[in-house]
C-alpha cells in the first residue's frame, strides 16, 4: 500500500485506534529505555529500577530515579507528532492507547487518552492506594494525604499487571476500529504487541511508525520508516500542524 491510500484511507476512517510508545516521545527529549541512561543512571538498567523487587530493596533508589524522570517529564514539550494526533481527534472518532507515563499526549490536547502503563504525574498509596499528584517541589518519597503511608510511583512495573478495565477498552478500540495506527513502540511486551495485530485481523488498515524494524513489521500494510514527526507529518499532511 502506498502513503496516498493510507493517508485516504485515515481521512475517511470513521475509527482511527493509535499505539504509541516511548519513542513518539524521544523526539521531546524524553529518553526511550532502550536508550543507554546517562550520568549518574548510567550504571543501573531501567528495568531494574522499574520493577517492584527493586523498590522493594532500595524504595529511595527508585523514587529517586522517578523524581527526576518526572522533572525531565514536566520540563519536555508535546512534539508535532502528538499535536498532530491530537488535531485529527477533532474530526474523526480516534483513541490514543499509550504505553508513555508522560502524559504529552493530553498536554497537546488529546481527550480519548487510555494510559496502559500508569503515569509519572501521579503517586499511588501502598496502603489504601489513593492517588495524588505530584507538586514539582515534591520531596521522595509523597506522603498519602488520608493515611499518611508512603505512596509509590503510579505506574505499572516490569512483572505487575496492567490495569484491567483500561486493557479492556483498549483490546476493544483496536478491535473496532478502521484505521490502526502503531507508533514509536517495539512492539516486544504484551498487549503493545498483540494490539495492531488483532485489528488487523478484525479487517483494519495497519500501519507502522518506526525507524526500526519491529515484530509487527510484518503485518502492516504500510510501514512508515522514519521518526514519529517525519512519519505522522507525511500520513496526516495538514494535520500535523
Ligand atoms: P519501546 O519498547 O516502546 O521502544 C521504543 C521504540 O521507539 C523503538 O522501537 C524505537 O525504534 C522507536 N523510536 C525511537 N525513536 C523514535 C522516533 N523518534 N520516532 C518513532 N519511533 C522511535 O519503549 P522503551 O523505551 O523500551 O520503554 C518501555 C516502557 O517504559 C514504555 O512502554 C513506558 O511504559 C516506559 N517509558 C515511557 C517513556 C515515556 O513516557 N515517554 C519513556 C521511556 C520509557
Ligand atoms: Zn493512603
Same mark, same amino acid.
Given at each position: 500500500?502506498?502513503?496516498?491510500?493510507?493517508?485516504?484511507?485515515?481521512?475517511?476512517?470513521?475509527?482511527?485506534?493509535?499505539?504509541?510508545?516511548?519513542?513518539?516521545?524521544?523526539?521531546?527529549?524524553? =529518553?526511550?529505555?532502550?536508550?543507554?541512561?546517562?550520568?549518574?543512571?548510567?550504571?543501573? &538498567? @531501567?528495568?531494574?529500577?522499574?520493577? @517492584?523487587?527493586?523498590?522493594?530493596?532500595?524504595?529511595?533508589?527508585?523514587?529517586?530515579?522517578?523524581?527526576?524522570?518526572?522533572?525531565?517529564?514536566?520540563?519536555?514539550? @508535546?512534539?508535532?507528532?502528538?499535536?498532530?494526533?491530537?488535531?485529527?481527534?477533532?474530526?474523526?472518532?480516534?483513541?490514543?492507547?499509550?504505553?508513555?507515563?508522560?502524559?504529552? *499526549?493530553?498536554?497537546?490536547?488529546?481527550?480519548?487518552?487510555?494510559?496502559?502503563?500508569?503515569?509519572?504525574?501521579?503517586?499511588?498509596?501502598?496502603?489504601?492506594? *489513593?492517588?495524588?499528584?505530584? #507538586?514539582?517541589?515534591?520531596? @521522595?518519597?509523597?506522603?498519602?494525604?488520608?493515611?499518611?503511608?508512603?505512596?509509590?510511583?503510579?505506574?505499572?512495573?516490569?512483572?505487575?499487571?496492567?490495569?484491567?478495565?483500561?486493557?479492556?477498552?483498549?483490546?476493544?478500540?483496536?478491535?473496532?476500529?478502521?484505521?490502526?495506527?502503531?507508533?514509536?513502540?517495539?512492539?516486544?511486551?504484551? =498487549?503493545?504487541?498483540?494490539?495492531?495485530?488483532?485489528?488487523?485481523?478484525?479487517?483494519?488498515?495497519?500501519?507502522?511508525?518506526?525507524?526500526?524494524?519491529?515484530?509487527?513489521?510484518?503485518?502492516?500494510?504500510?510501514?512508515? &520508516?522514519?521518526?514519529?514527526?517525519?512519519?505522522?507529518?507525511?500520513?496526516?499532511?495538514?494535520? #500535523?500542524?
Amino acid at each position: 500500500m502506498n502513503l496516498e491510500i493510507a493517508k485516504n484511507k485515515i481521512n475517511t476512517a470513521a475509527r482511527v485506534a493509535v499505539l504509541t510508545g516511548a519513542g513518539i516521545s524521544a523526539e521531546s527529549g524524553i =529518553p526511550t529505555f532502550r536508550d543507554a541512561q546517562t550520568g549518574y543512571w548510567a550504571r543501573f &538498567s @531501567p528495568h531494574e529500577l522499574a520493577s @517492584p523487587v527493586a523498590y522493594e530493596k532500595n524504595a529511595e533508589l527508585v523514587w529517586q530515579w522517578y523524581a527526576e524522570r518526572f522533572i525531565t517529564c514536566q520540563t519536555a514539550q @508535546p512534539n508535532a507528532a502528538h499535536t498532530a494526533l491530537a488535531a485529527l481527534e477533532q474530526r474523526t472518532a480516534l483513541t490514543v492507547v499509550t504505553q508513555n507515563v508522560d502524559q504529552l *499526549h493530553q498536554r497537546a490536547g488529546s481527550q480519548n487518552v487510555l494510559e496502559l502503563h500508569g503515569n509519572i504525574t501521579t503517586a499511588r498509596c501502598e496502603k489504601c492506594s *489513593h492517588v495524588q499528584a505530584l #507538586s514539582p517541589d515534591f520531596v @521522595p518519597p509523597p506522603i498519602c494525604q488520608k493515611c499518611a503511608s508512603r505512596m509509590r510511583p503510579n505506574v505499572v512495573w516490569f512483572g505487575e499487571l496492567l490495569p484491567r478495565a483500561i486493557l479492556e477498552q483498549a483490546w476493544k478500540t483496536f478491535e473496532q476500529c478502521e484505521v490502526a495506527l502503531v507508533i514509536g513502540t517495539s512492539s516486544l511486551v504484551e =498487549p503493545a504487541a498483540s494490539l495492531g495485530r488483532i485489528a488487523k485481523e478484525s479487517g483494519a488498515l495497519l500501519i507502522e511508525v518506526n525507524p526500526e524494524v519491529t515484530p509487527l513489521s510484518k503485518y502492516a500494510d504500510l510501514r512508515v &520508516s522514519s521518526s514519529a514527526i517525519k512519519g505522522l507529518g507525511a500520513l496526516l499532511g495538514e494535520y #500535523s500542524r
